[in-house]
C-alpha cells in the first residue's frame, strides 16, 4: 500500500490544483500511467503514477488546491486486498509532507568556526577604540590608553562618556585626571623648566578696554581675557621661539600660533583647546574665537584639531583668585604662560607710590629649546603691549 | 641584467619567452598576426613564431575565447588577446560561464590554465564604447584571477606568472602605458600573484591603486610631500587575489588610507577594498576612508569632460588633503 | 550497418537504460529527491547510443544540459551520475554540478552545459588542441536546434571550418527550443543547409533509428579523423516528455506528441530486430531486469551516499597546486 501524493515538478512549485482524475477507484493502473491532471501556475500537467496496482482510495476531490506532497490516492500493490489496504491507510498516523532529507549525523550542516581574521600584532602603543570615541576622548580629554587598560574590546564612544562623567564625579579617578596625570610626569620627568615671572600694571589696558566697550553693545564688548590673549600672541610674534616643539632631539618653530586656552568643563575636568592659527586674527576676531571655542568646548564639538594642533598654553587662573601661576609645560610645547588674579597693589612709579590694577605674568620655559634670555624677552613684549594696547586692535 | 625599454616591448618580450620556452603556448586574437597587433604589442611575433602559434581569429570574441578555453582544457596554454576590454563583453559569457566555473562545476576534475590579455582604461577620447575599465567586475569572480600590470616589469613578468598557474588568469593592460619606459631587470625572480608592491614610504597616509593610477598617485604623493604630507603609494598588482596583508600592514602604519580606481564608483573593486579595511583593520583607523574614482557617467569625448570623470592627480591630492584633515 | 545479436542487443540494452535510468528520475523529483532542473532524454536515446559507439575512448565529448544520455552511453557508471543528481560527494562532479552539469575525466567526458551554445566554443578549442599536438583525437559537440539560433554557433562553424578543426557536430534536433517551434525561430529550418553555407559537410540522419544514427556516426568520425576537417550531422528526433519537469506543454499539441511515439526508438529497434530475426534471442525482459537493478543499484548508491563536508566547500576555485 502507498500513498499517491501530490508531485513537485519545480523548486518554486508549492501546490496545484488537482483539476481531474483519469481513473476512479477499483481501476488497474501501471507504472507511468498519467492518472490525474493538476493545474499549476505554469498551466495543466499531467501526473503520472511510479507503481503499478490498484487504485484503492481517492483521497482528494477533485478541484482541490493541495500542498506537495499531499496524499492524493491510495495505490494497492498487486495482490494486496482492499479492505486490508484501506484498514492499514486508516491505522497510518497523517503524513506530513516530505521535507527536503535531513543532513545525516556525521555531517553536521553548519559552517565550520572561521578563524577570525585578525592583523597581525598591532603596535603596543596603539588603542583599539571606534573613530567615534577616538573623536570624543579627544574632545572631552578622556586617556584612552587608561580605559583600555585590562580590557581587549575595543573602546566605544558610551565608554568615553560614561569615563567622562565619572571624572566629573570622582577627579582622582578619571581618565582626564589620569591623561593629565601622565603628560604631566613626563613632563616633568623629561623638561628641564626654568621660571620666570614679572608684575604687570593693568590700569591702563582695563581702563582703554572700558573706553572701548563703552561705545559697544554688549553683543561687540571685549573681554579682558581676550585682551590678554591677544597680549601673548603679539608677544610670542615677537618671541617666536617660545611657539613651537621640542621633537626628537630638535627644537622647532610652530609658524602658526595656536595658543592652548586652559577652559573649565561645567561638569569638572579642564581642557585645553587650541585657537587656532590666532595671529591671523585682530582683537575683534581673537574675541569671536574665544567665545566660539569656549561655548563649543562645553558643548562637546570641538574639531580634532584644535585638540591637537597646540603650539603653546596660556594657564589663567586668577579667575580662582591665584596670584601667580607657575605652568609645567604640556610636552612636546616648549613654553606655558601663566596669568594670575588681577589684584590692586601698590605700585610704584618714579617716586609716586599709587594703587594700580596689578597682574603676575610667569614664563615657565623648556631649557633644551630656549633660554632664559628668551622667556625674559616674552615678558618684556608682553608687558609693552599691556602698557599700549591700541596696538592689540 | 637591468634594460631600459617600453610597457608595449615589455610584454612582447613576455610573450616571446613563453612561447620559446613552453611549445604548449600560443596566442590568438583579433590582428594579432600580420597587422601586429591593435597596439603593435605582438609586432614582429608572427614572423618569429608562424601562423600556427600566432593566430589571426575572426571578430568573434565569444568563439576564440571559448576556444581559448577549450584548447587549455585539452593541454595547450593558450594566450588569448581580446583587442580591448570593451570586447571582452562578446566573450562574458565564456569567461564568466566557463573559464571561471569547470574546475568547481567538474568537482575538481578540469582546470582551465587559461590567460587572457585584453586593454583597458580611458584618457584618449574614444568615447562611451571604448573606454571601460572592468577589471574591478572581473575582479568579482570567484575562480579567475585579475592583474593588472603597471609598470615596465610586470608586463614582462605577469605574462610568465599567468602561464605558470593552472588557472585562468586575466591580464588587463592600460591602454595608454604601451609607450610608457621603464626599467626591467632580467635577472630578477617575478614577485607572485597575488602580492601588492610598495612603490613609495610614508607616513602620513596610504594610497591604494593599480595600473596607470599608480603613475598618478606618485605624482601626487610628490606635491603632497611638498605640502609636509607623507603619502605611502602602493601597487596592488592583482585585483583578484588583493593582498589583504599589504594592505592592513601599510594602513597599521599610516592609519589613513585612499583607493585611487577608474572604476565607475558604486560596486567597484575600491568600495571592496574599503569593506576588507573595515572588516580587518577598522581600529586602526584616524579618518574616514578615501577613494578617487571615475564619476559615474558614460566617459564622454570632449577632452576637458573626459579629464574631469577619470581620476587625475590633483583629485588624489585634495583628497590626501581631506583625510589629513579630518579627524 | 550489419545488424548482429551483439549489437542489438547491446543497443537496445543502452537505450533501455537511459529510458529507465529517466523515469526513475522523474518520481524522485518528484519526491523532491533530486533538484534543480532535470530536462528528460527520453525519445532521443538513440542519437546517443549510436554516436557514442562510434567513438574511441581518446576522443572527446561535449555535451548540453540534457545529457544523461550522453553520460550514460558514453560509459559513466548510473551509480555516479545518480549520486551526482542526489548533490552527493560520490557523484562525478561531487555534487558541485547536478543534473546538468555531469563531468568525468576518464571518459574524457567535458560536461553539460547550462548556456545554449556556449560548450560549441570549447569543443573548437579542443580540436585546435588536438590539431595543434597532432593528436589524432576527435570532438564530438552535442548541441540542440535552439542553439543554431545562438552567436556562439555561428562562429565556432565559421572558426572550425576555416582552421579545418577535428570536430563532430552532433545536432539533436528535437524541433523544440524550450517552448518555441523551430519554424518560429529559423528562416532556414534545414539546419544541416546552414552548417553547409559554412562549408562544412552536413548530413541529415533519422534520429530515432539507431542503426541509422551508429552508421551515420561511425562514417562521420571515420571523416572526421582522416580528413582532419570538420563534419556536421543533424539528427531528427522528438522528446517525448516536457521541455523540463515544470513544464505544461502549451506549445505543442498531444497529438503530436503521440505522432512521434510511433517512432520511439526502442520500438523501431525491435522492429529492425523482428525483421533481422533476433528480436527472440535478444531477450528483451532479461535486459529489462537487468537494467532495473542498474537502476535501483544507482538509487541506493546514491541515498547512502555522503554529503560533502562544509569545510570542503571552497574546493575547486582555484587549482591546490596554485596554492601558494
Known amino acids: 500500500m502507498s500513498e499517491f501524493k501530490m508531485p513537485s515538478l519545480g523548486a518554486d512549485m508549492e501546490s496545484a490544483v488537482l483539476m481531474e482524475w483519469k481513473v476512479k477507484e477499483g481501476d488497474h493502473v501501471t507504472k507511468g500511467q498519467v492518472i490525474a491532471e493538476v493545474e499549476t501556475s505554469k498551466g495543466v500537467i499531467e501526473i503520472e503514477v511510479f507503481e503499478t496496482g490498484v487504485v484503492e482510495k481517492i483521497l482528494v476531490e477533485e478541484e482541490t488546491e493541495c500542498a506537495v506532497g499531499t496524499p492524493l490516492a491510495l495505490i494497492a500493490s498487486e495482490g494486496e486486498g482492499r479492505e486490508e489496504a484501506v484498514a492499514e491507510a486508516a491505522a497510518e498516523p497523517e503524513k506530513v509532507p516530505p521535507q527536503p532529507e535531513p543532513p545525516s549525523k556525521e555531517e553536521p550542516l553548519k559552517p565550520e568556526p572561521q578563524e577570525e581574521e585578525r592583523p597581525a600584532a598591532e603596535p603596543a602603543e596603539r588603542v583599539k577604540a571606534s573613530p567615534a570615541a577616538r573623536r570624543k576622548a579627544r574632545e572631552l580629554g578622556v586617556d584612552l590608553a587608561?580605559?583600555?587598560?585590562?580590557?581587549?574590546?575595543?573602546?566605544?564612544?558610551?565608554?568615553?562618556?560614561?569615563?567622562?562623567?565619572?571624572?566629573?564625579?570622582?577627579?582622582?579617578?578619571?581618565?582626564?585626571?589620569?591623561?593629565?596625570?601622565?603628560?604631566?610626569?613626563?613632563?616633568?620627568?623629561?623638561?628641564?623648566h626654568y621660571y620666570l615671572s614679572t608684575s604687570v600694571n593693568m590700569t591702563p589696558a582695563l581702563a582703554w578696554l572700558a573706553a572701548l566697550n563703552a561705545k559697544r553693545s554688549i553683543k561687540e564688548r571685549i573681554l579682558p581675557a581676550a585682551l590678554l590673549i591677544r597680549a601673548v600672541v603679539k608677544a610670542l610674534e615677537a618671541v617666536p621661539e617660545?611657539?613651537?616643539?621640542?621633537?626628537?632631539?630638535?627644537?622647532s618653530i610652530s609658524k602658526t600660533v595656536n595658543p592652548g586656552i586652559a577652559i573649565a568643563l561645567r561638569k569638572g575636568g579642564l581642557i585645553t583647546p587650541a585657537l587656532l592659527s590666532a595671529e591671523t586674527m585682530n582683537l575683534d576676531e581673537t574675541m569671536h574665537s574665544l567665545d566660539d571655542l569656549i561655548t563649543r568646548t562645553r558643548s562637546g564639538r570641538l574639531r580634532g584639531s584644535?585638540?591637537?594642533?597646540?603650539?603653546?598654553?596660556?594657564?589663567?587662573?586668577?579667575?580662582?583668585?591665584?596670584?601667580?601661576?607657575?605652568?609645567?609645560?604640556?610636552?612636546?610645547?616648549?613654553?606655558?604662560?601663566?596669568?594670575?588674579?588681577?589684584?590692586?597693589?601698590?605700585?610704584?612709579?618714579?617716586?609716586?607710590?599709587?594703587?594700580?590694577?596689578?597682574?603676575?605674568?610667569?614664563?615657565?620655559?623648556?631649557?633644551?629649546?630656549?633660554?632664559?634670555?628668551?622667556?625674559?624677552?616674552?615678558?618684556?613684549?608682553?608687558?609693552?603691549?599691556?602698557q599700549n594696547p591700541q596696538e592689540l586692535l | 641584467?637591468?634594460?631600459?625599454?617600453?610597457?608595449?616591448?615589455?610584454?612582447?618580450?613576455?610573450?616571446?619567452?613563453?612561447?620559446?620556452?613552453?611549445?604548449?603556448?600560443?596566442?590568438?586574437?583579433?590582428?594579432?598576426?600580420?597587422?601586429?597587433?591593435?597596439?603593435?604589442?605582438?609586432?614582429?611575433?608572427?614572423?618569429?613564431?608562424?601562423?600556427?602559434?600566432?593566430?589571426?581569429?575572426?571578430?568573434?570574441?565569444?568563439?576564440?575565447?571559448?576556444?581559448?578555453?577549450?584548447?587549455?582544457?585539452?593541454?595547450?596554454?593558450?594566450?588569448?588577446?581580446?583587442?580591448?576590454?570593451?570586447?571582452?563583453?562578446?566573450?562574458?559569457?565564456?569567461?564568466?560561464?566557463?573559464?571561471?566555473?569547470?574546475?568547481?562545476?567538474?568537482?575538481?576534475?578540469?582546470?582551465?590554465?587559461?590567460?587572457?590579455?585584453?586593454?583597458?582604461?580611458?584618457?584618449?577620447?574614444?568615447?562611451?564604447?571604448?573606454?571601460?575599465?572592468?577589471?574591478?567586475?572581473?575582479?568579482?569572480?570567484?575562480?579567475?584571477?585579475?592583474?593588472?600590470?603597471?609598470?615596465?616589469?610586470?608586463?614582462?613578468?605577469?605574462?610568465?606568472?599567468?602561464?605558470?598557474?593552472?588557472?585562468?588568469?586575466?591580464?588587463?593592460?592600460?591602454?595608454?602605458?604601451?609607450?610608457?619606459?621603464?626599467?626591467?631587470?632580467?635577472?630578477?625572480?617575478?614577485?607572485?600573484?597575488?602580492?601588492?608592491?610598495?612603490?613609495?614610504?610614508?607616513?602620513?597616509?596610504?594610497?591604494?591603486?593599480?595600473?596607470?593610477?599608480l603613475f598618478k598617485a606618485l605624482e601626487a604623493a610628490e606635491t603632497l610631500s611638498k605640502e609636509g604630507i607623507e603619502a605611502e603609494v602602493i601597487d596592488l598588482r592583482s585585483l583578484r587575489p588583493l593582498d589583504d596583508a599589504a594592505i592592513m600592514a601599510s594602513l597599521r602604519k599610516t592609519h589613513r588610507v585612499m583607493v585611487v580606481d577608474e572604476g565607475w564608483k558604486s560596486g567597484s573593486i575600491s568600495a571592496e577594498i574599503m569593506a576588507r579595511i573595515n572588516e580587518q583593520a577598522f581600529f586602526e583607523l584616524d579618518a574616514p576612508m578615501g577613494r578617487v574614482c571615475s564619476m559615474e557617467v558614460p566617459i564622454p569625448y570632449a577632452k576637458h569632460l573626459e579629464d574631469a570623470v577619470i581620476p587625475q592627480p590633483d583629485k588624489i591630492v585634495a583628497m590626501a588633503r581631506r583625510l589629513m584633515e579630518a579627524i | 550497418m550489419e545488424l548482429d545479436i551483439t549489437l542489438a542487443r547491446e543497443f537496445y540494452r543502452q537505450m533501455l537504460l537511459i529510458r529507465r535510468f529517466e523515469e526513475k528520475c522523474v518520481e524522485l523529483y518528484s519526491n523532491q529527491k533530486i533538484r534543480g532542473f532535470l530536462h528528460l532524454y527520453i525519445g532521443e536515446e538513440a542519437i546517443a547510443t549510436g554516436v557514442m559507439q562510434a567513438l574511441g575512448a581518446d576522443d572527446s565529448v561535449l555535451s548540453t544540459y540534457r545529457e544523461h544520455g550522453h553520460a550514460l552511453a558514453r560509459g559513466i557508471p548510473a551509480k555516479r551520475i545518480m549520486a551526482e543528481m542526489y548533490g552527493k560527494v560520490e557523484?562525478?562532479?561531487r555534487g558541485r554540478g547536478g543534473s546538468m552539469h555531469l563531468f568525468d575525466a576518464e571518459t574524457r567526458f567535458y560536461g553539460g552545459s547550462a548556456i545554449v551554445g556556449g560548450g560549441l566554443p570549447l569543443a573548437i578549442?579542443?580540436?585546435?588542441?588536438?590539431?595543434?599536438?597532432?593528436?589524432?583525437?576527435?570532438?564530438?559537440?552535442?548541441?540542440?536546434?535552439?542553439?543554431?539560433?545562438?552567436?556562439?554557433?555561428?562562429?565556432?562553424?565559421?572558426?572550425?571550418?576555416?582552421?579545418?578543426?577535428?570536430?563532430?557536430?552532433?545536432?539533436?534536433?528535437?524541433?523544440?527550443?524550450?517552448?518555441?517551434?523551430?519554424?518560429?525561430?529559423?528562416?532556414?529550418?534545414?539546419?544541416?543547409?546552414?552548417?553547409?553555407?559554412?562549408?562544412?559537410?552536413?548530413?541529415?540522419?533519422?534520429?530515432?533509428?539507431?542503426?541509422?544514427?551508429?552508421?551515420?556516426?561511425?562514417?562521420?568520425?571515420?571523416?572526421?579523423?582522416?580528413?582532419?576537417?570538420?563534419?556536421?550531422?543533424?539528427?531528427?528526433?522528438?522528446?517525448?516528455?516536457?521541455?523540463?519537469?515544470f513544464d505544461a506543454e502549451l506549445y505543442r499539441e498531444k497529438t503530436e506528441v503521440a505522432e512521434w511515439k510511433q517512432k520511439d526508438p526502442l520500438a523501431v529497434l525491435k522492429m529492425r530486430a523482428e525483421t533481422a530475426g533476433l528480436w527472440a534471442q535478444l531477450n528483451a525482459d532479461e535486459l529489462e531486469e537487468e537494467v532495473s537493478a542498474i537502476v535501483d543499484e544507482a538509487v541506493a548508491f546514491a541515498e547512502n551516499g555522503t554529503l560533502e563536508s562544509l569545510s570542503d566547500l571552497e574546493k575547486f576555485v582555484y587549482s591546490e597546486e596554485a596554492a601558494q
Not at chain 2, 167 to 194: C, H, Q, R, S, W
Open chain 2, 1 to 213: 641584467m637591468s634594460e631600459k625599454m617600453t610597457y608595449r616591448e615589455a610584454v612582447r618580450l613576455g610573450i616571446s619567452e613563453a612561447m620559446e620556452k613552453d611549445e604548449r603556448v600560443f596566442m590568438m586574437g583579433e590582428d594579432v598576426g600580420r597587422y601586429g597587433g591593435c597596439y603593435a604589442v605582438s609586432m614582429g611575433l608572427q614572423e618569429q613564431f608562424g601562423p600556427q602559434r600566432i593566430i589571426d581569429t575572426p571578430l568573434s570574441e565569444s568563439a576564440f575565447t571559448g576556444a581559448g578555453v577549450g584548447a587549455a582544457l585539452n593541454g595547450m596554454r593558450p594566450i588569448v588577446e581580446i583587442m580591448t576590454v570593451n570586447f571582452s563583453l562578446l566573450a562574458l559569457d565564456q569567461i564568466m560561464n566557463n573559464a571561471a566555473t569547470l574546475l568547481h562545476m567538474s568537482g575538481g576534475q578540469f582546470n582551465v590554465p587559461l590567460v587572457i590579455r585584453m586593454a583597458t582604461g580611458g584618457g584618449k577620447q574614444l568615447a562611451a564604447q571604448h573606454s571601460h575599465s572592468l577589471e574591478g567586475w572581473f575582479a568579482h569572480i570567484p575562480g579567475l584571477k585579475v592583474l593588472t600590470p603597471a609598470t615596465v616589469q610586470d608586463a614582462r613578468d605577469m605574462i610568465g606568472l599567468a602561464l605558470a598557474d593552472p588557472d585562468p588568469v586575466l591580464i588587463f593592460e592600460n591602454a595608454l602605458l604601451y609607450n610608457a619606459k621603464g626599467e626591467l631587470d632580467t635577472a630578477a625572480a617575478p614577485l607572485p600573484i597575488g602580492k601588492a608592491l610598495v612603490h613609495r614610504e610614508g607616513k602620513d597616509l596610504t594610497i591604494l591603486a593599480y595600473g596607470i593610477n
Open chain 3, 125 to 245: 578549442g579542443m580540436a585546435l588542441a588536438d590539431k595543434m599536438m597532432k593528436r589524432d583525437r576527435v570532438t564530438v559537440a552535442f548541441f540542440g536546434d535552439g542553439a543554431v539560433a545562438e552567436g556562439a554557433f555561428h562562429e565556432s562553424m565559421n572558426l572550425a571550418a576555416l582552421w579545418q578543426l577535428p570536430v563532430l557536430f552532433v545536432c539533436e534536433n528535437n524541433r523544440y527550443a524550450m517552448g518555441t517551434a523551430l519554424e518560429l525561430t529559423e528562416s532556414e529550418t534545414n539546419l544541416a543547409n546552414k552548417a553547409a553555407a559554412y562549408k562544412i559537410v552536413s548530413r541529415q540522419v533519422d534520429g530515432m533509428d539507431v542503426v541509422a544514427v551508429a552508421e551515420a556516426a561511425e562514417e562521420a568520425i571515420a571523416e572526421v579523423r582522416a580528413a582532419k576537417r570538420p563534419l556536421f550531422l543533424e539528427c531528427l528526433t522528438y522528446r517525448f516528455r516536457a521541455h523540463s519537469m
Open chain 3, 91 to 93: 557523484g562525478c562532479s
Open chain 1, 146 to 192: 587608561a580605559l583600555a587598560a585590562g580590557s581587549d574590546r575595543g573602546i566605544q564612544l558610551d565608554a568615553v562618556e560614561a569615563a567622562a562623567e565619572t571624572a566629573a564625579k570622582a577627579p582622582e579617578a578619571d581618565g582626564m585626571r589620569q591623561a593629565i596625570a601622565r603628560a604631566m610626569s613626563r613632563s616633568n620627568a623629561e623638561i628641564p
Open chain 1, 306 to 386: 584644535e585638540m591637537t594642533q597646540q603650539t603653546v598654553t596660556i594657564t589663567n587662573l586668577g579667575d580662582l583668585g591665584v596670584e601667580r601661576v607657575y605652568g609645567v609645560i604640556y610636552p612636546p610645547q616648549v613654553a606655558i604662560v601663566g596669568l594670575g588674579r588681577i589684584i590692586d597693589a601698590p605700585w610704584a612709579e618714579g617716586d609716586a607710590l599709587s594703587v594700580r590694577k596689578v597682574m603676575q605674568a610667569t614664563i615657565a620655559g623648556d631649557h633644551r629649546a630656549t633660554d632664559g634670555r628668551t622667556g625674559a624677552l616674552f615678558l618684556e613684549r608682553l608687558d609693552h603691549f599691556l
Open chain 1, 242 to 251: 617660545l611657539n613651537g616643539f621640542w621633537q626628537e632631539e630638535r627644537h
